[in-house]
């Protein structure tokens, strides 16, 4: 896909309509708050099943209930997901006769992109049922329900299919033989209706643990509550036109890859562990210990608070502690001392706010967590 203006052309009338004023459901309003919040949980889950494989951005309630571009900066290969939700289970019969299916069907006559994708998400079993004659010549019903990770349409009996087809033929106004289903997939996600944000927590845990094992508890927890405020962030927002540039929505609608990155590295260079820890590396008798026993308190309520002021202050002594090495037969005591000399020389007034006994314990705090990345 080229880059620039040409590559995001806007999509005409005829796709955002289609026969018989079935469109693209790029709005929100005829679902329920649970399914809303259930919809931010399923967008998490697979923002943590693809971090490792695709450079992505997943894009809430605007071309559909969660669109996945596989690369953000080439927005060339897409998948589009609509996402339902049900107590027991969910019929075939329903997804057709409620348009489910001919709404993602639309998703094909989009110009800009290479459809990869088009998945029916539950939460339950999807059941297919049929009538056919039996042995005796009677009419009997078999029905099949589909529990997989992952089923694509064309695994359906051919009576089923070809309903599907004629359908979708009959409300877009096109050849029954045109229709192709190869694209089209059921998705049964791990998540509960009651359940599904503890369900994507514990999965962000084990993800968080094994990328990083010294990771603590806190910051498992405060970067799970920064995604999972920020995706609703994203799908609570209206204020785009129908056919807004990829860049708008992509600000505006999206989280990707590097946005998730960027949650996790900040919670975790932000994350303070505690003072045992502080003490353990630094050895500072009692008079001292005292001292930076009350620091680290204050240290521990400005990072709760994420003021902009704690945010520059800790950004700051951060890039000099990656720009300073401790050197050979230095004490991490005295290295606190040196990286806190070279940040009063370069910003003389943070010395008006922080004392040394702040700044030296925050050093510590960020050689820590340094340290808990590798």
């Not at 992505?56 to 060339?76: A, G, K, R, W």
């Not at 589909?146 to 359908?167: G, L, V």
Request: aromatic share 10%; charged share 30%; hydrophobic share 35%.
């Amino acid at each position: 896909m080229k880059n620039g203006k040409d590559s995001q052309k806007k999509p005409t009338n005829n796709t955002a309509l289609i026969k018989n004023d079935i469109t693209v459901d790029t709005g929100s309003g005829s679902m329920s708050y649970n399914r809303l919040e259930m919809q931010v949980s399923q967008t998490l889950h697979m923002a943590i099943e693809f971090f490792d494989n695709l450079d992505y951005l997943l894009v809430l309630d605007y071309y559909d209930d969660i669109t996945l571009f596989e690369n953000e900066s080439n927005p060339e290969i897409v998948s589009y997901y609509q996402m339902k939700t049900n107590e027991e289970s969910i019929s075939i019969s329903t997804a057709i006769r409620e348009d489910w299916l001919t709404k993602l069907y639309a998703q094909l006559e989009r110009p800009e992109w290479i459809v990869k994708e088009l998945g029916l998400i539950t939460n339950c079993p999807l059941k297919v049922s049929v009538s056919m004659k039996g042995e005796n010549g009677k009419n009997k019903r078999e029905t099949k329900s589909y529990t997989a990770e992952k089923t694509a349409f064309n695994q359906f009996n051919p009576i089923t299919i070809e309903e599907i087809k004629k359908d979708i033929a009959n409300k877009k106004g096109i050849r029954k033989e045109d229709i192709d289903l190869s694209k089209f997939v059921h998705m049964r996600t791990i998540l509960s209706i009651p359940s599904h944000k503890e369900i994507v927590e514990q999965e962000m845990g084990t993800f968080l643990h094994k990328k990083y094992p010294k990771i603590t508890m806190d910051s498992v927890k405060t970067i799970f509550n920064t995604m999972i405020d920020l995706l609703t962030r994203r799908q609570q927002y209206e204020l785009l036109p129908e056919q807004a540039e990829y860049n708008d929505v992509r600000c505006k609608k999206g989280i990707s890859k590097n946005d998730f990155a960027r949650v996790i590295d900040e919670a975790m260079i932000i994350s303070i562990p505690p003072f045992d820890e502080v003490q353990q590396i630094v050895g500072l008798n009692d008079e001292e210990k005292y001292k930076a026993s009350y620091e680290y308190t204050r240290i521990m309520t400005d990072s709760q608070g994420r003021s902009e002021s704690f945010k520059s202050i800790f950004l700051k002594v951060r890039t000099l502690v990656e720009e300073n090495e401790i050197e050979s037969g230095m004490t991490a005591w005295e290295y606190t001392g040196e990286i806190c000399d070279k940040l009063y020389i370069e910003n003389p007034k943070v010395k008006i706010i922080y004392n040394q006994f702040y700044i030296r314990i925050l050093i510590i705090c960020i050689v820590i967590n340094e340290m808990r990345k590798l």
